[in-house]
């Protein structure tokens, strides 16, 4: 391809295993004018070893956040445009040239590209609630959203919206690609450009994302009940956050899917809604908690 701009491929990397999968994919790319940058999130000695003897560049965040991280990856890149992937997340030959290609052709600034949730062969019902909930660029796409599990973006449009919000640990991607969409920032959407990333194994690990997106939403929250006059409507929202599962799609679960997919979905509801009505608190904004909820 003549004329390839750099690309600089931003991950933000945090006690990740399958990183190793990950930087494999990104050495398979038919687009060959790119970087690769990890930020190191205050990962383990252990897991930092899992980066050694590769053609990347290295940098450290120390706040624990992995937009944070990526705020730190983008300042120190060197390309005209950024591509953000998750460190559990591998990526198709053809990835960067699809995403180059989309944004030249669309004439767009920021381009959103296909997550394709990979089911294990045990075929666990927590797996396809998983796979159905996040992730789903398509559908975000035509809502003006999606997230940074593959997202490409020219670093004049990230920091004219000052990029990420490094102290959120849920919804930052979001928030971000909504505020762009709606400042008249050129989006397109590539099919073609897949990344692969694994569906939660457990469904305790499905819980713990319901309950840190629900704490990330309960944090959004927390500026509307500031007051005595607002203690009504504090022990309202909790009530409305405790009955997050018992959704009017439920009985549609049920009928459509099986016990066990309705289970999961309740399940991990039944987390968010306890993370919403925690995240109001002062408790969930102290340091150890937003620590401990991190990369879930």
């Known amino acids: 391809m003549p004329n390839q701009p750099l690309i600089s491929v931003v991950i933000p990397y945090f006690n990740c295993p399958e990183i190793g999968a990950c930087l494999e994919s990104l050495s398979r790319q038919t687009y060959s004018n790119a970087e690769i940058i990890v930020v190191n999130n205050n990962s383990s000695k252990k897991h930092l070893a899992l980066l050694a003897n590769r053609p990347i560049r290295i940098e450290n965040e120390k706040i624990q956040s992995s937009y944070a991280a990526r705020n730190r990856g983008a300042r120190c890149a060197r390309g005209a445009y950024l591509a953000f992937i998750d460190a559990d997340c591998t990526a198709?030959?053809?990835?960067?040239?699809?995403?180059?290609?989309?944004?030249?052709?669309?004439?767009?600034?920021?381009?959103?590209?296909?997550?394709?949730k990979t089911i294990s062969r045990r075929r666990l019902s927590h797996e396809y609630v998983d796979r159905d909930l996040y992730h789903d660029h398509r559908r975000l796409f035509s809502q003006g959203s999606g997230t940074t599990a593959n997202l490409f973006i020219s670093k004049r449009a990230l920091d004219s919206a000052a990029g990420f919000s490094p102290h959120s640990f849920s919804g930052g991607d979001t928030a971000l690609i909504q505020k762009l969409a709606r400042s008249g920032v050129a989006y397109?959407?590539?099919?073609?450009?897949?990344?692969?990333q694994q569906c939660r194994k457990t469904l305790l690990s499905l819980m713990a994302k319901g309950f840190r997106t629900g704490v990330a939403s309960g944090n959004d929250e927390a500026n509307r009940f500031m007051g005595l006059d607002d203690r009504m409507k504090y022990v309202r929202w909790r009530c409305l956050a405790l009955l997050n599962p018992f959704r009017a799609d439920m009985a549609l679960q049920v009928r459509s899917r099986s016990y066990p997919y309705a289970f999961a979905y309740f399940m991990h509801f039944a987390a968010q809604g306890l993370g919403r009505s925690f995240g109001i608190t002062k408790i969930s904004r102290t340091p150890l908690c937003r620590k401990l909820m991190r990369y879930t």
């Open 188 to 196: 397109a959407y590539a099919e073609t450009a897949v990344v692969f």
């Open 92 to 116: 198709d030959p053809e990835w960067l040239a699809t995403l180059w290609l989309t944004a030249e052709n669309e004439n767009a600034e920021m381009v959103l590209g296909n997550v394709k």
